[in-house]
């Protein structure tokens, strides 16, 4: 398992946030361990084969943009 950091583009309140969170736990993914609209930041604990799906969870709101992620 390793720390992802997903920087997300689209995301501009507290509840798109949230709207996110609950799309990856309906996906069956882990929460995120932070999660910061104003900076489009979110830390995750992921093994590696997850972090499509995590991709396509997030694109699938038709919202939000997975601009990048980088391994901690």
Do not use: R, W
Request: proline share 4%; glycine share 6%; hydrophobic share 40%.
């Amino acid at each position: 398992m390793n720390t992802y950091t997903f920087h997300i583009k689209g995301m501009s309140c507290h509840s798109c946030e949230g709207l996110i969170t609950m799309d990856l736990e309906d996906a069956g993914l882990p929460a995120p361990k932070t999660i910061d609209a104003k900076t489009g930041v979110m830390t995750i604990d992921l093994a590696p084969e997850q972090v499509e799906a995590v991709k396509q969870a997030i694109a699938a709101t038709n919202k939000y943009t997975v601009e990048s992620v980088e391994t901690l």
